[in-house]
């Protein structure tokens, strides 16, 4: 198994779209990119951490690949956005890779380079190496899944 961070805004709506691509085996929403150790939510949000919300995944390379992974973070939101997505604004909802190896590094660069004409404006996507990921609180794990509601600015379209 591979793992893959993505911080697309609201946390909610980026994981259930990633739990609907065959091949992502596990996902956890949580916390990366800022200085604050353990962070919980109520900091994330008061912008003072530097963490953005993300979603970690554990996917079969075998099923998905990470440059379909890619793809799909770009689709599911605006990257043109900075420190935004919908109705969501702060550092906290920003749009980011988080990569763990060298070669997801390329292939998010890539894929970034190849969508961009696609855009009208710049893309902002931070494309980061992966620092400590935190988990957020219970709550927040699954939360359109267990609510029906919270898939905030994310637009499901299948893969």
């Not at 085996?25 to 949580?30: A, D």
């Not at 992966?130 to 299948?158: D, I, L, N, S, W």
Request: charged share 20%; net charge negative; proline share 5%.
């Amino acid at each position: 198994m591979e793992q893959a961070i993505f911080a697309a805004g609201c946390f909610w709506g980026v994981q259930y779209y990633f739990d609907q691509i065959p091949g992502v085996m596990q996902t956890i929403v949580g916390f990366t990119g800022g200085t604050t150790e353990n962070p919980v939510w109520d900091e994330v949000n008061m912008h003072t951490t530097g963490h953005a919300e993300a979603v970690w995944m554990e996917y079969d390379a075998a099923k998905v690949s990470y440059g379909t992974l890619v793809k799909q973070f770009f689709r599911m939101h605006n990257p043109t956005q900075l420190n935004r997505q919908g109705p969501d604004m702060g550092d906290n909802y920003r749009s980011a890779i988080f990569y763990t190896t060298d070669e997801q590094r390329e292939t998010a660069e890539r894929v970034k380079d190849e969508l961009q004409p696609k855009f009208d404006s710049k893309i902002v996507t931070e494309i980061t190496q992966a620092g400590p990921f935190y988990r957020a609180e219970e709550f927040h794990q699954k939360f359109t899944e267990k609510t029906g509601h919270g898939a905030c600015q994310v637009p499901f379209v299948p893969v």
